[in-house]
């Protein structure tokens, strides 16, 4: 595997299992914090992985997997804190998908120049109560 992706895959699985939370809205109030910083941190890396993706060093079954095995951590967490059942997003299995999706555009918008850490930060407590409201939607 690339060097760089692997770097960036564990570092992410690290994250998600040293997130102590215990429950669905702390999880994604530290996720978001956590991803602002790491992507600042390691804006690099990132650019790294993307760039030999898209010049086809990266296979793309590899990058594919990579991330799949990122999402499904992240929705096997997102289900262990949802033990009531209270987002049916998540346990309609979508929850980390659309919880990524979300903070990833944030996060491309980051790099675009739309976005500074600072203003990400501060609109978090905002970013999570959409989020909750997205996770609590009935399929």
Known sequence: MDEA???????YLDAVENNDSDSVEEFIEAFLYDSWSYNERNLATIKTAMSRYSQQQIDVDTFSNSFKRMVD????????LDGQSHYPVIQDGRGASLLIAFVDGLVIQYFAGTYTIEQLEKDTPYL??????????ES
């Open 128 to 137: 999570m109560r959409a989020i909750l409201q997205l996770l609590k939607a």
């Open 5 to 11: 992706l692997k770097k960036l895959e564990e570092d």
């Open 73 to 80: 951590r992240v929705q096997e967490k997102l289900q262990e």
